[in-house]
């Protein structure tokens, strides 16, 4: 069905309503999502549904100040969400679900020597559900290098997708974040899917749209953009998925993350084994 659906229309449609103005009746549709999709507004840094004035205002909200403490861990995880998979890069191929992969070089936009870097290193794949906080974080400090736009399809990226579209995260609209931290590389990726509006940046702003239908590619050499652990580099404009890349060395995931498990953005994910 997602093969023949019109997702772009669909995609542009929602971004338009999303991003309207609509008083009591964008009220009314975000206290039917809080309890379609049992929200907890308790921990928004504005728990009223009527005090916001479009639907990406509501989806984007920020949380209370500590409502995320940050593991004393060397890296956390990047979002509120779900394990989708997690594990090594075997050689330059990533594991999606049984029976299918995709390479690192197919997710960066066929930049060959930016994957190599991350040959035989380790991966994971997050997954957002509609009810979660749609902010992304940076799970450990990093200077900013490079930011890719990836155009692609729109499939939806729930888990049941991702078991039947082979490629899917290489194959979907995305936005690839390079950074340098004390660890080595690490890509940070933003993988969109359909009715997902947009996705931003804090040092961007939006990204798409506009989407032009070729790379486009911005350099940053030079300008000193650092970010800390904790510190918010992104959001969605409704839900989707975030791809890491980490190069081959020592990196340990916790124990407990397994796939399909829920997790905080802030709580310990991956450490540098003694």
Known sequence: MQHVLPKRALTSLAG?????????????????????YGVNMAE????????????????????????????????????????????????????QAKGHGYSTTALVGGDAALAKQFEDGHFATLYLSPKDYHRIHMPCDGRLLRMIHVPGELFSVNPATARGVPGLFARNERVVCLFETPHGPMVLTLVGATIVGSMATTWHGVVNPPRPGQVREW?????????RQGDEMGRFLLGSTVVMLFPKGPLAFERDWVPERAIRMGEAMAHRPA
């Open 219 to 227: 350099r940053y050499d030079g300008q000193s953009i650092d970010l």
């Open 44 to 95: 928004a840094q504005q728990p009223d549904p009527g005090a916001y004035a479009s639907f990406n205002e509501f989806f984007t909200r920020p949380l209370k100040g500590g409502a995320r403490p940050l593991a004393a861990s060397t890296w956390v995880s990047p979002v509120d969400g779900a394990i989708s998979q997690l594990g090594p890069i075997r050689q330059d191929q990533i594991f």
């Open 16 to 36: 338009l309503a999303a991003s309207s103005r609509g008083g009591a009746l964008t009220t009314a549709f975000i206290r039917w999502f809080i309890g379609r």
